[in-house]
């Protein structure tokens, strides 16, 4: 997969993309990052990438013509056989989920615009596929948000993790939180791994991380159970948690 980033902070990228695991993918030829300085397309002396709001108001607008250039100038050379998604980062956008992680990592090209100010100008709106927000919150710049996009794509990205299993057992991946997790020691200031990991019964290991990561759904984030896919084991385990 390939990722063009376009933003008015590109030094904000580098210590993000070259460590860990976005680090180790790109090393192995499993992603390509590219930064681009927006403001290298802006059309006056300044590099300018904003102005004043049309019909008053505070704050500034990102410009049309220096996005529209930008975007413009990474999608005239596709990297795959289909057209890139070009994302914008923006708190009026569609709430990013596990689901749209999976949507993303399925592309061979991904742009993503990094909003900032109090907005871009409405008329280059129609260059975006996808406009995306991380949550409920208004952040400084989009920036942040698109290493979240970034990071949460790419470790779904076959052979970026290793193992192919690992991201199967991540929360939100099937609809619902994740199971508590143990390592050693066996026993850590008087409190011990449950009985169950150390059984070796590979089936109850595997009954139990189920329904306590149903508990922890039902307990925590109830509306996930909602919309999740539930089988119908995992129905009978939540009629049992809810009797208790």
Not at 133 to 154: K, Q, Y
Request: glycine fraction near 8%; charge should be negative; hydrophobic fraction near 40%.
């Amino acid at each position: 997969m390939h990722v063009d980033i376009l933003t008015i902070f590109p030094g904000m990228f580098y210590g993000a993309i070259s460590e860990s695991i976005l680090g180790r993918a790109q090393e192995q030829g499993l992603l390509e990052i590219s930064i681009h300085d927006i403001r290298n397309f802006s059309q006056d002396k300044h590099n300018s990438v904003d102005d004043y709001p049309f019909g008053g108001g505070p704050g500034m607008v990102m410009q049309a013509e220096p996005i529209w250039a930008a975007v413009q100038s990474v999608t005239s050379a596709p990297y795959g056989s289909r057209p890139p998604r070009v994302i914008l980062t923006t708190p009026a956008g569609k709430q990013f989920t596990q689901e749209m992680a999976k949507e993303f990592a399925s592309e061979e090209h991904l742009v993503i615009v990094c909003g900032h100010y109090e907005g871009i100008d409405e008329r280059v709106s129609d260059v975006f596929t996808d406009e995306v927000s991380i949550g409920d919150f208004v952040l400084t710049g989009g920036e942040l948000a698109s290493m979240v996009i970034v990071d949460a794509t790419a470790r779904l990205i076959p052979g970026v993790l290793g193992d192919s299993e690992s991201a199967k057992g991540d929360s939100f991946y099937d609809g619902i939180l994740d199971y508590p997790h143990y390592t050693r020691p066996r026993q850590w200031r008087g409190m011990d791994v449950p009985e169950v990991l150390v059984s070796g019964d590979h089936e109850k290991i595997r009954v139990w991380r189920r329904t306590e990561a149903l508990k922890r759904t039902l307990m925590r984030r109830p509306d996930l159970l909602e919309t999740a896919a539930l089988t119908d084991e995992d129905r009978q385990i939540l009629r049992s948690l809810l009797n208790q």
